[in-house]
């Protein structure tokens, strides 16, 4: 079998990787604990920062001692940083408990991709990557759908018991990464690759002589910003339309299902979509952030699933843009650097949106934010279509 066996190891890893169950109770946990939405915000904020202080150097970890080891120790940190929320009852202790969660995320973000397209690369089965990826990330949310709706009655019985859950997924996901075959990386220079800060500064100078790397970057830092802020205002939205607490876990549910439905479909979409895909992606966004200021009642709810298929896409479409673009000595380290400037965007914007949402009624926010998207993602594009040339751009689909 060798290292085919790669790809099922992926698909079971994907299952728990990300199966934290606290989506639909943590700002209710957060709030037990004795947190305030400005303390909340700015954890989110202290996150995006440790990110984007730890994303690029633990990419260059990843390629210079192995993808495996790497998504290994983050799978623990994530374990170590839900164990301090438990234990925690102090804001700064959550800020601890942020930085540790951020360190293993980025230690976590692009090893594992780039560890299964090297593994396909190595077998001539790269063109696969887009299916594969695809069913890996439908699989990781539908167990984050499952999970949701375990969370809400779990929570019920003890606070607690979310966070312990989530754990013990971590453990098994981390005991799941042990079985990887770390696959050989093209263009490596000995076992441990050029020197640490040298493949960093390779890397980025990689990225800035490379147009389409930069132009998919510029995207993607656009497309977060809001994919971000959007998550945040669910529940306000939910509360706003006068939806009950119980039905949170169950609202969870269907987003996480109809996101991954549209992870495992992705490559369909994408071959209807062709050079259009990030386009369809941002109008996803766009659309539903209308819909959410214009309907002021309960059924307004559904057009949050337009951003559930925006999210079902969004890592399949940009890894799979970008892998074509990307030498494999220098993979994870660029993935890296694609996920520092998002995080920085989401760093320097995110307290702005909660004092958006402090200054106006959650309906306006959305449509504010519908209206500076829209700009922006149009902005975006012509930076696309002048550099790139949109013929060019539409025969090579990005």
Request: hydrophobic share 50%; proline share 3%; aromatic share 14%.
């Amino acid at each position: 079998m060798g290292i085919t066996r790669n790809i099922k190891t992926y698909y079971i890893y994907s299952i728990f990787a990300d199966l934290l169950i606290l989506g639909p109770i943590l700002v209710l946990f957060l709030i037990a604990k004795g947190l305030s939405f400005t303390e909340i915000m700015l954890l989110q904020s202290v996150a995006a920062i440790s990110v984007v202080i730890f994303e690029v150097p633990t990419g260059a970890f990843a390629d210079k001692f192995g993808r495996k080891i790497s998504i290994l120790i983050g799978a623990i940190l994530w374990s170590v940083s839900l164990l301090i929320y438990i234990i925690g009852n102090e804001f700064p202790v959550f800020i601890l408990a942020e930085i540790i969660f951020s360190l293993g995320a980025t230690l976590k973000s692009g090893a594992d991709t780039a560890l299964i397209y090297d593994s396909l690369k190595s077998i001539g089965r790269e063109r696969e990557f887009q299916s594969i990826e695809g069913y890996a990330r439908s699989l990781s949310l539908y167990a984050q759908a499952v999970g949701s709706i375990i969370a809400g009655f779990v929570y019920k019985v003890n606070i607690f018991l979310p966070f312990y859950i989530s754990i013990g997924f971590m453990l098994i996901a981390a005991i799941t990464t042990l079985n990887f075959i770390e696959p050989s990386i093209e263009g490596k220079k000995g076992k441990y690759g050029n020197n640490y800060f040298k493949q960093i500064k390779e890397s980025g100078i990689y990225i800035a002589r490379h147009e389409k790397i930069k132009a998919i970057m510029m995207f993607s830092m656009i497309f977060f910003i809001f994919y971000r802020a959007g998550f945040w205002f669910f529940q306000p939205y939910m509360e706003s339309v006068e939806i009950p607490v119980e039905y949170f876990g169950i609202i969870f549910f269907i987003f996480n299902i109809v996101a991954a439905i549209t992870s495992k479909r992705c490559h369909l979409i994408m071959e209807k979509t062709k050079s259009r895909t990030l386009s369809f992606m941002a109008f996803l966004i766009i659309v539903s952030f209308v819909l959410l200021g214009i309907i002021r009642i309960w059924i307004g709810v559904l057009a949050i699933l337009l951003q559930q298929m925006a999210r079902g896409l969004y890592r399949p479409v940009t890894t799979k843009y970008l892998n074509k673009h990307i030498p494999s000595d220098k993979r994870a380290t660029i993935l890296s650097f694609q996920s520092l400037i998002t995080n920085i965007a989401v760093a320097v914007t995110l307290p702005f949106m909660g004092v958006l949402k402090d200054s106006t009624d959650i309906f306006n926010t959305h449509l504010i934010l519908a209206g500076i998207m829209l700009v922006l993602v149009l902005a975006v594009m012509r930076y696309m279509n002048k550099r790139l040339g949109v013929k060019q751009t539409e025969k090579s689909n990005v």
